[in-house]
Antibody
Framework: EVQLVESGGGLVKPGGSLRLSCAASGFTFTNAWMSWVRQAPGKGLEWVGRIKSKTDGGTIDYAAPVKGRFTISRDDSKNTLYLQMNSLKTEDTAVYYCTTVSVKNWGQGTLVTVSS | DIVMTQTPLSSPVPLGQPASISCRSS???????????LSWLQQRPGQPPRLLIYKISNRFSGVPDRFSGSGAGTDFTLKISRVKSEDVGVYYCMQGAQFPQTFGQGTKVEIK
């Protein structure tokens, strides 16, 4: 059974940092292209960024609102995806989901609240 | 970026009646590989999104056959043949044909 489990969310002040993790199991993570998608309270879905598999070049791409502040990485030895978030803004408040690029599999999400 | 526009944004439907949601993209979703990467997602209250339909009309594993997708090019439709109480939630179309992936605004389906 495919499982994606996010962790690391919480309350952080504007300008602060947070690192999210997504532990994957039940599929060959090494070959998977992975994405982060977020959802602000009461709002729709917004793509944050993606990372290709290392065999496909490992390219990382970001949505414009987070480019230069967020960093996606992966540790294939731990089957884990990461999202390092720096210079956080109040508008980054959202539930952050880890998903395969095909969107066939989603985690439960982790809530990030940016507030003073 | 490709803009995805859904209509209606809200759809009150009596139990057992059909529901239909439209999704229009600002550009063709036909990829250079010949596939059309249009998906439909369901998000029940308090739950993460769940894939229902991929590549216009393919039901994902475990999705009931009362859900069907159709369309081509830039115009797509999700139909629920007979709405059940467990179908309440928000439905999103999503394109994966062109980077970056983009989502529609969402359509709220509720029981009338």
């Amino acid at each position: 059974e495919v499982q994606l489990v996010e962790s690391g969310g919480g309350l952080v002040k504007p300008g602060g940092s947070l690192r999210l993790s997504c532990a994957a199991s039940g599929f060959t993570f090494t070959n998977a292209w992975m994405s982060w998608v977020r959802q602000a309270p009461g709002k729709g879905l917004e793509w944050v960024g993606r990372i290709k598999s290392k065999t496909d070049g490992g390219t990382i791409d970001y949505a414009a609102p987070v480019k230069g502040r967020f960093t996606i990485s992966r540790d294939d030895s731990k089957n884990t995806l990461y999202l390092q978030m720096n210079s956080l803004k109040t508008e980054d408040t959202a539930v952050y989901y880890c998903t395969t690029v095909s969107v066939k599999n989603w985690g439960q999400g982790t809530l990030v609240t940016v507030s003073s | 970026d490709i803009v995805m526009t859904q209509t209606p944004l809200s759809s009150p439907v009596p139990l057992g009646q059909p529901a239909s949601i439209s999704c229009r993209s600002s550009q063709s979703l036909v990829h250079s590989d010949g596939n059309t990467y249009l998906s439909w997602l369901q998000q029940r209250p308090g739950q993460p999104p769940r894939l229902l339909i991929y590549k216009i009309s393919n039901r994902f594993s475990g999705v009931p056959d009362r859900f069907s997708g159709s369309g081509a090019g830039t115009d797509f439709t999700l139909k629920i043949s007979r709405v059940k109480s467990e179908d309440v939630g928000v439905y999103y179309c999503m394109q994966g044909a062109q980077f970056p992936q983009t989502f529609g605004q969402g359509t709220k389906v509720e029981i009338k």
